[in-house]
Every structure is written in structure tokens, then in C-alpha cells.
């Protein structure tokens, strides 16, 4: 196993424009894995509950992703419920049951903590550190966070991102996190308080990179029928890192080409609900899209 990925498996609600869905699978662990586990060997440390069906299990087992640190415990799923309008880039949360996941102590098994690459999904900074301080000495660390942790915890989530290497949020979260107008103020500001790489998704309109050396953005893939961008930026994360696992090169080549492979996840997960497009990809549909996206992108010198 040459990834580890620490965050939510929950069950989700979803209603947008264009259908619903009702108690389907979701949580930041269970996209992340499943997109990186085409390019990776990946290990989930999560916690559900009893209502959580050994169906759920098998599907991940199926893509590959090793579920020995999901822990069932008395009680009921995370579950989610919210709604998006016809600006797709907004979730609108209506409930949230934390149920089992509030109590949620992520606990490292012996042969996970040896994992090279590692995804702290978004939960609470001080539960990232803890996660931090089990591993031993990976090659990267890669967290998300989200505006609640920004709001109710920016000590902790800044002092932790002086232990990551890549730091993955969006376009209004990286503002309000920095306190900044400008994106490109804002990222300086994020980067000097510790992570090499600032990673903004900035959902239909695609992601930037900033190292402090150079910047580079990636287009979003255009899209004819979009359902669900529930996870998006989740997979978004699992076809970057999965790739970056598979081929253990960190150069800044290598990241940008694994922003594109993390688009072009990001885009397959949108054109369903749940996991049911993710889940059942060929590595040739990857590659036919990943070729589309550099055609986007192509242009002529002056």
C-alpha cells in the first residue's frame, strides 16, 4: 500500500436541478479512494455505523482499496443532505448528522503508517495532527480543509500546515483563509505559512497551482450533462495524489500532469450521482479524456 487516506465515509442526500438521490454513498475518504485507486494502492481509515451495509465495503474492496481501517461502531452514519441550484460551484447543506463521526479518533494501523504518500481529508485540524503524528515520515503529506475548520480552528489548521507539503482548497476558502481579495495575495500568504504547493479548485472554471516560483492553471473539462458535483474536489484530490503515488515523482512536471489527471476525475465524478460514474471507469476512458484535456489546452507559438 502506497497511500493512506484519513476522512468521512458517510451516506448523502442530494437534490439538484437536474434529479436526486436519496441515502447514496459519499464522504470525502470514499471519493478520494475511489478515484485514487486507479493509479494507487490505497488504505482508508474512516469510521461508520451500523446501518453502514457490507454491500458498501465490497464495492471498495472491488476497486482495490484496502478497507481494514474502516471501523464500524454502534450507532448511525454521517449522513449529509443538501441541494444545489443551477450554480453548481454552491452546496446548500440542509442537515447534517454527524451520528457516529463526532466521536471519530482516527487510529493508524501498524502497516498503514508506513505509507509514503498520505490524504488527510476534510475534518478537523487538531484530528489531522493526530494522524500526523502516527505515520512515519511519509514523502507527502496532502490535506483539504473547508470553511467551518477556517472559521472555528484557523490556529490549528495553520500550525498544521507547517507538517504538509500540499494544500488543497477552493477559490472563496483560500480568501477567507488568508484574508485577501487578490487569489494570488492569498496564496503567497498560504504558502508562507508552510506548505510548498497551494492547490485552489476553483470548481467549473478548473484549479490553479502556486509553489512560489511559478503558477499554473488547469482548465475544468466542458461538461454537456452534469448531475452531482458532490465530491468532486475529493476526486479531484484522489487522481492527483493516486497519481503521484504510482509514479513517485514529485517534480513540478509531474504535479501539473497529475492536476490534470485529478480534472479529469473530478469530471467523470460529476456526470452521476454517488459513485456510480467513478466507480465503473476503463483506464482507456482516463486516457481518451485525459487526451482531450491537453487538446484544450494546445495552442501554436507567435
Known amino acids: 500500500m502506497n497511500m493512506l487516506a484519513v476522512g468521512s465515509v458517510a451516506f448523502d442526500s442530494v437534490e439538484t436541478p437536474f434529479g436526486h438521490a436519496d441515502s447514496v454513498l459519499g464522504g470525502s475518504a470514499t471519493y478520494f479512494s475511489t478515484s485514487a485507486s486507479y493509479f494507487a494502492d490505497v488504505g482508508v481509515v474512516a469510521v461508520v ?23 464500524k461502531v454502534p450507532g448511525k452514519t454521517f449522513r449529509w443532505k443538501g441541494r444545489y441550484d443551477y450554480d453548481l460551484n454552491q452546496a446548500h447543506t440542509i442537515e447534517t448528522h454527524l451520528n457516529v463521526f463526532s466521536e471519530f479518533k482516527p487510529v493508524i494501523p501498524d502497516d498503514y503508517r508506513l505509507a509514503p504518500f498520505v490524504f488527510l481529508a476534510n475534518i478537523d485540524p487538531d484530528l489531522q495532527m493526530e494522524v500526523l503524528d502516527q505515520v512515519r515520515k511519509p514523502r507527502l503529506v496532502a490535506c483539504d480543509t473547508m470553511n467551518f475548520w477556517i472559521e472555528g480552528k484557523p490556529d490549528s489548521l495553520r500550525k498544521l500546515l507547517k507538517r504538509v507539503g500540499l494544500f488543497v482548497i477552493n477559490e472563496s476558502e483560500a480568501r477567507e483563509f488568508a484574508g485577501e481579495s487578490s487569489l494570488v495575495k492569498a496564496a503567497r500568504r498560504i504558502l ?105 489546452t494546445h495552442f501554436e507559438d507567435m
Open 192 to 296: 508562507s505559512w508552510g506548505p510548498g504547493i497551494l492547490i485552489v479548485k476553483r470548481g467549473e472554471y478548473g484549479a490553479l497551482m502556486f509553489n512560489g516560483k511559478s503558477v499554473f492553471s488547469a482548465p475544468a473539462y466542458p461538461l454537456e450533462n452534469i448531475f452531482d458535483p458532490t465530491g468532486a474536489g475529493d476526486s479531484f484530490a484522489g487522481g492527483l495524489m493516486g497519481y503521484l503515488a504510482n509514479t513517485g515523482d514529485l517534480s513540478e512536471g509531474s504535479i501539473r500532469k497529475g492536476i490534470i489527471l485529478g480534472s479529469v476525475m473530478a469530471s467523470f465524478n460529476v456526470e452521476a450521482f454517488s459513485l456510480e460514474r467513478l466507480k465503473g471507469l476503463s483506464r482507456d476512458d482516463i486516457k481518451a479524456r485525459y487526451r482531450e484535456f491537453r487538446q484544450l
Open 49 to 71: 455505523g451500523e446501518d453502514f451495509s457490507d454491500e458498501h465495503i465490497a464495492m471498495l474492496n472491488l476497486r482495490g482499496i484496502d478497507t481494514r481501517g474502516i471501523k
